[in-house]
């Protein structure tokens, strides 16, 4: 006789069973979703609860806190983000036990101190495409809880602009024998279109308001400085140029809006329209709308969307991806897989650069995690189609190899001022990271990026280009030779640096013919928040805190 | 998009050198002079060679004046004893001289804490030598369109002046938002709501409910058309005027006074969309402000 | 408050006929520059006021690389500075060089 192995189906029936009591079809109250929670739940299992980088089930986040851990208690939470007070109370609470997330930027504070005092078990810090890939694979969740726009009477859901991470995380749940409970802003008759499909999802609660999303891809252009306005200069005409960049992702920050702000005007002086920055992996950044509405850019996948920005995405459907509604998708797995096998540079910012070229944004008492950006700056050696810029990193990083067996090689950047917040240095010795880890008792220190993948750094001292780098000392060099005034830089040997100088592995804005006191905030496309609503034909509705009209 | 100068962003010796005729600026007692602050270093602050005042006299289309200006980076604009010293002579010697307008570019969110008696002080000296010079037949006109705005002691002075241009970014106050969420709660005022900030104590509102005379586009030359119009323009400073406003501010306290909100006023006054008003273009929302005048605000 | 002081030998004279320039503002992250001229032409001189303490090192080798590069020969600089980075320190000199070397 054949054994049949169903006994996760047969759970998965009896948590129904359990939920049912409360439901009405598939639909749940408000006022009964803790106990709904109870009901479905059973201690020791893996719970994903959507923190995603941007939107937060937030009404099923306090629910799962006010749980009776008597009832529910040592769940192995795993979930993109960290984010709402509620992801950290149920560990105070005892309701959780283990965690594997990937970002905990609002809550590094908190999170350091709960690790630290054994309050937390933690699994592993993750990129967010590993945990989805975690998924799949060794942390399926036994229930999701998600977050949607809207849900009509089947279950079927609408997510809209933030659909983020919620495809990734209920297809795992649903066809691994998962509970899937959604909360929804509110329940329709005719959604606009179905994101994710009926059969996926067991329950929905109407939370009647609509869920938490954090504006984090707005940089005002009032803030911009003098300093990262040359460092941009530097990235355009010293890598965007001579690579021929078209296909790209930007970090968050000053210096690349200060480089998405340059396009129009700085890139337009130097002749690069239609040869640079045409296609993108990007959140709807408010910063690139002047280069868009200027023709830079074909189009956009994002990972997420911004606050604001959806009525200026519905009029620019030829760049975003939007639905037959007319509403932007997002979808962070796939964006990330976009960054790493479909793009050709990532460029971004950081904390702290070590002589290596590794680079972490972690402090000995802040664990923010990693979000995507290791796998946006990474080599991606799994890539096989060509490009021009891809060859011609590859050629310079192994010159003696023959042609049609060198392959290619992203180009990986980090940007920024020599001295960052509250003149702390860039530049060190050693990263912080090493002393978390020690603290955590980790197997490895948070690296964001690996210095052999790091291709470039851009500082206002120049551009260090590591692929050009022989050896460690070499590289070393070439980190110190970029390093400014800090301790770091103060501590090169100036011959070293000449050498590299001549060779190109260092260039300096006056080898590029840039003249720092022409780095002139006259240069950004958009100096304020109303100039970015004035490009967008006023389309675009900054959140409050941005306003000075 | 306009490369024209932003006033908001610009500094203050910016401003007043755009403002003016070129080459035309001679400044009083210059940072040369070092004339700084004898009180910042025992609190471990920096100071600024001109106290963040800067005086002097220029030319504006021609017409001799009298400027001072504010920066409002440094220390927030807020008065201090050299900084209002600076402005107290200024009006003085317009007394004296009388036959040269003065310009302030206001930029402040009051006094300085570490110098509050001699700024308090500063501010009715202040307020008193531009009396004695209205009185004089000086006009003074005020141009506000800074980050600091123009609050406390500096919105008290404003409401001495002959007359006032103000940006869509200026706001101009006695009390600051935290200082009113703090005193009546955030339910009154909630100050993160920049939005109801604007609303309330911006240069769209100023404009319409006659807080300001003339609302100026944030550029260099939309500023220097509104000064060289106003200075022309002054009301003269006797019982007639005095009188005037008094009933002028009587009417507005009577219709507007309980209204909830700005928006409530915009209303009254027949602005067909007031929820779109503070994202009205700068040509548009003029247009509409010279439409919905119903008496002329002459009256300082 | 720390007071430092540096005096250079400058490889030529500043350009220009004005004699005093100011730029920059003392704010956070932000300093202003006096500049005047008033040395012999091979002399240059920094005086800095700044709150933030302990960065001489930084402080010595931002104004040795800026002598070297502008050559602000005659030039007495003198700075307030609320606590600006390195970076913004190198460009107010080399602007205040920049502005005072403008024809008066």
């Keep these: 006789m054949m054994t049949v192995l169903d006994t996760a189906r047969r759970a998965r029936e009896r948590r129904l069973q359990a939920g049912v009591q409360y439901a009405q079809g598939k639909r749940v109250a408000r006022e009964n979703a803790t106990a709904l929670l109870e009901a479905v739940i059973r201690s020791g299992d893996r719970v994903c609860l959507e923190g995603d980088n941007q939107k937060q089930a937030d009404l099923l986040a306090v629910s799962l806190a006010a749980m009776d851990s008597n009832k529910v208690h040592d769940l192995h939470m795993v979930q993109s983000g960290v984010v709402l007070p509620e992801h950290l109370d149920v560990f105070e609470r005892g309701i959780a036990r283990r965690l594997d997330y990937a970002y905990s930027g609002p809550q590094s504070t908190r999170i350091a101190q709960l690790l630290f005092g054994g309050k937390i078990e933690l699994g592993a810090v993750h990129t967010y495409l590993e945990l989805f890939a975690r998924y799949y694979i060794d942390l399926t969740p036994q229930v999701a809880l998600i977050a949607a726009v809207s849900a009509d009477r089947h279950g079927n859901l609408y997510t809209g602009p933030n659909t983020e991470d919620t495809p990734a995380i209920a297809e795992a749940t649903a066809f691994k024998d998962g509970v899937v409970i959604a909360q929804v802003n509110e329940i329709v008759d005719t959604l606009p279109r179905v994101d994710i499909p009926g059969d996926w999802v067991n329950f929905v609660i109407e939370s009647g308001t609509p869920f938490y999303v954090e504006p984090l891809f707005t940089r005002d252009p009032a803030a911009i400085t003098e300093t990262q306005i040359l460092t941009a200069m530097l990235a355009i005409k010293g890598i965007y140029a001579p690579y021929g960049v078209a296909r790209l992702n930007h970090g968050i920050g000053f210096n690349t809006a200060a480089i998405e702000l340059l396009l129009p005007t700085y890139g337009e002086r130097l002749g690069l329209k239609g040869k ?274 | 998009m306009s490369t024209a100068g932003s006033w908001y962003e610009a500094t203050a010796r910016q401003r007043l050198l755009k403002l003016l005729d ?279 | 408050m720390e007071h430092l002081n540096y005096h250079h030998i400058a490889p030529s004279r500043a350009k220009g006929s004005k004699r005093q320039a100011i730029v920059g503002v003392v704010a956070s992250g932000n300093l202003e520059v006096l500049v005047e001229r008033t040395l012999p032409d091979t002399e240059c001189e920094v005086n800095i006021r700044t709150a933030a303490e302990g960065f001489g090192d930084v402080w010595k080798a931002v104004v040795a690389d800026f002598v070297e590069r502008r050559s602000p020969g005659g030039l007495k600089l003198s700075v307030n500075d609320g606590g600006a980075r390195p970076d913004m320190v190198a460009l107010r000199l080399s602007q205040a060089v920049r502005a005072v070397g403008d024809q008066s």
């Design chain 1, 276 to 549: 640079v920055a045409s296609h993108w992996a990007l959140n709807p950044h408010p910063t690139l709308i002047p280069a868009i509405e200027s023709g830079w850019v074909k189009q956009i996948h994002s990972f997420g969307s911004e606050v604001g920005m959806e009525p200026y995405i519905r009029a620019r459907s030829d760049v975003y991806f939007t639905g037959p509604d007319g509403s932007l998708r997002s979808n962070r797995a796939f964006c990330q897989v976009a960054g790493m096998y479909a793009c050709d540079m990532f460029i971004g910012s950081t904390l702290q650069i070590d002589l290596q070229g590794n680079s972490s944004t972690v402090t000995a008492d802040r664990v923010a995690g990693f979000g995507g950006a290791p796998n946006m700056g990474s080599d991606a050696r799994g890539r096989r189609h060509p490009s021009n810029p891809w060859l011609q990193a590859g050629k310079e990083a192994d010159p003696g190899r023959p042609a049609p067996l060198r392959r290619g090689r992203k180009l990986v950047v980090q940007i920024g001022e020599t001295f960052g917040d509250r003149n702390a240095p860039m530049f060190v010795e050693h990263l912080d990271a090493l002393k978390l880890a020690e603290k955590l008792d980790l197997d490895l220190a948070p690296v964001m990026l690996y210095g052999d993948d790091v291709t470039h750094i851009v500082t206002e001292e120049g551009i260090a280009n590591l692929l050009l780098c022989r050896d460690a000392d070499e590289r070393e060099h070439a980190v110190r030779g970029v390093a400014g005034f800090t301790e770091i830089g103060r501590g090169r040997h100036a011959g070293m640096v000449q050498r590299l100088r001549t060779r190109g592995a260092i260039r300096r804005p006056e080898d590029l013919g840039i003249d720092p006191l022409d780095a002139d905030r006259r240069l950004l496309s958009a100096r304020s928040i109303k100039d970015l609503v004035r490009w967008s034909g006023d389309l675009y509705e900054p959140p409050s805190r941005f306003r000075n009209w």
């Design chain 2, 22 to 300: 070129e080459g035309t600026f001679e400044e009083f007692i210059g940072p040369e002079q070092r004339e700084t602050s004898p009180h910042l270093s025992l609190f471990d602050l920096p100071e600024q060679f001109d106290d963040g005042m800067i005086v002097g006299h220029g030319r504006l289309e021609g017409t001799r004046v009298l400027i001072a200006a504010q920066e409002g980076r440094f220390m927030g604009g807020a008065f201090g004893e050299i900084h209002g010293a600076k402005l107290t002579g200024l009006l003085r010697a317009s007394r004296e001289i009388s036959s040269m307008p003065v310009l302030i570019l206001f930029d402040s969110g009051g006094v300085r804490l570490q110098e509050a008696n001699a700024g308090e002080t500063a501010i009715s000296e202040i307020m008193r030598a531009l009396v004695d010079a209205r009185l004089a037949g000086v006009p003074v006109v005020g141009l506000i369109g800074g980050r600091a705005g123009c609050y406390g002691g500096g919105g008290l002075i404003a409401g001495c002046c002959s007359a006032l241009a103000v940006s869509e970014q200026g706001r101009i106050s006695v009390s600051g938002p935290e200082v009113i969420e703090t005193n009546r709660g955030v339910e009154e005022f909630d100050s993160k709501d920049r939005a109801l900030v604007w609303r309330t104590m911006g240069g769209k509102h100023r404009r319409l409910i006659g807080g300001a005379e003339i609302l100026a586009d944030d550029t260099m030359a939309s500023f220097r058309e509104a000064a060289t119009h106003l200075i022309k323009r002054a009301p003269p400073l006797d019982a007639v005027t005095l009188e005037a406003e008094q009933s002028r501010l009587e009417k507005r306290l009577e219709r507007f006074g309980r209204c909830e909100d700005a928006r409530d006023i915009w209303v009254s006054l027949g602005v067909a969309d007031a929820r779109s008003l503070p994202a009205l273009a700068y040509d548009d929302f003029v247009v509409l402000a010279n439409r919905l005048e119903n008496a002329p605000y002459d009256a300082r």
